[in-house]
């Protein structure tokens, strides 16, 4: 179990380009979720896919951002037409199936991105 | 809709003091609450959680809450804080479908 693994660590990219990043969630975790964190903030939910289903998007996800889990397994995160706003950490996480209470969500150590 | 105050962004103690940091939660149903820690340019390390029964919750590396309802409270404490401590601490609270909503964190400082 190597945990959740997530790439690049750190991007940096010019205002109005697309950046992707790609979450390797821990073996046989089906649930897979995406989180947002700005300097000094805590993390927001982004969305949450259980297997290859996307079941729940927040409002922060704007049409500019999408996710995919195209076979149940890792999963991306694509932010196109970036902007400045858009700088953060962008954390992955997978857990078990079932409530919070049993099943431990397990981070990854973020993809930082840098918007100039 | 559930919601998560930290008390305190910065909080800073000498080496071997208690710790204590503080959460207060907002949820319409049971919750099921945690702390997370997060070194520098790190992701998130569970501490600890309460689901039911016991509301007092030991973690790793010596930090236990305890959970008190008439309160919204779930507060995280240490007897004697280590160097090492020095972190990020983060209390989130979850609903059944997994959901994690989180405060805006504390960070703790610990001087020699």
């Known amino acids: 179990d190597t945990g959740v693994s997530q790439d690049p660590r750190h991007k940096i990219t010019k205002r109005g380009q697309n950046v992707t990043f790609r979450c390797d969630p821990i073996?046989?975790?089906?649930?897979l979720y995406w989180y947002r964190q700005t300097l000094g903030q805590g993390p927001e939910f982004l969305t949450y896919?259980?297997?290859?289903?996307?079941?729940?998007k927040s409002r922060l996800l704007s049409d500019r951002f999408s996710a995919e889990r195209p076979k149940g397994s890792f999963s991306t995160l694509e932010i196109q037409r970036t902007e400045q706003g858009d700088s953060a950490m962008y954390l992955c996480a997978s857990s078990s199936p079932g409530w919070a209470g049993r099943n431990t969500i397990y981070f990854g150590e973020g993809s930082w991105l840098t918007v100039v | 809709a559930q919601s998560v105050t930290q008390l305190g962004s910065h909080v800073s103690v000498s080496e071997g003091a208690l710790v204590l940091l503080r959460c207060n939660y907002s949820?319409?149903?049971?919750?099921?609450l945690f702390w997370y820690v997060q070194y520098p340019n790190q992701g998130l390390q569970l501490l600890l959680k309460y689901t039911t029964g016991a509301t007092l919750v030991k973690g790793i590396n010596g930090f236990e809450a305890e959970f008190k309802k008439s309160e919204t409270s779930f507060h995280l404490t240490k007897p004697s804080a280590h160097m090492s401590d020095a972190a990020e601490y983060f209390c989130a609270v979850s609903d059944q479908n997994n959901m994690l909503t989180f405060g805006g964190g504390t960070r703790l400082m610990v001087k020699p």
């Open positions: 896919f259980q297997n290859e289903a996307q079941l729940e």
């Open positions: 949820s319409s149903v049971p919750p099921y």
């Open positions: 073996s046989e975790h089906n649930r």
